[in-house]
C-alpha cells in the first residue's frame, strides 16, 4: 500500500510546515479544526469576590505573554505552535512571535 509508504524526515517536516502555515493563516488547530474557545463567563463563575476585584476593566488593559522554547523543526513543535496560535486569535488576542536562529535550522 502506498500511503503507508514511509516518507523521509525531510519530506514529512516539509509537508509539516506548509500545513502548520495553512493552520496559522486560518486561525485553526494543525488539524484544521476550529478551536472550540472557551467565554469569560465560564472563568469568571469560579472566581471568588475577592479574586474579581484584581480583574481589569477593560480588555484593553490585559497584557500577557506566552514564553515558548517550542522549535518549528519538528511536526510536534508545529502541532503545538498552531495550537498556542489558534487558542489565543480564538479569545480574540492578537499574537506577535518572536523567533530565534535556532529555529530555523
Sequence with gaps: DVSKV???????????????HIAVVEGKYFNRRE????????LFKV??????????????????AVVSA??????????????????LRAAGATPVWYVDAASFL
Design 70 to 87: 517550542r522549535r518549528a523543526n519538528d511536526e510536534d513543535g508545529l502541532r503545538n505552535i498552531c495550537l498556542v496560535e489558534a487558542q
Design 35 to 42: 478551536p472550540k474557545g472557551g467565554r469569560d463567563e465560564r
Design 6 to 20: 514511509e516518507r523521509p524526515d525531510a519530506v514529512n517536516l516539509e509537508w509539516a510546515r506548509k500545513r502548520a
Design 47 to 64: 472566581l471568588d469576590k475577592h479574586e474579581r476585584q484584581f480583574l481589569p476593566a477593560s480588555a484593553d488593559d490585559l497584557h500577557f
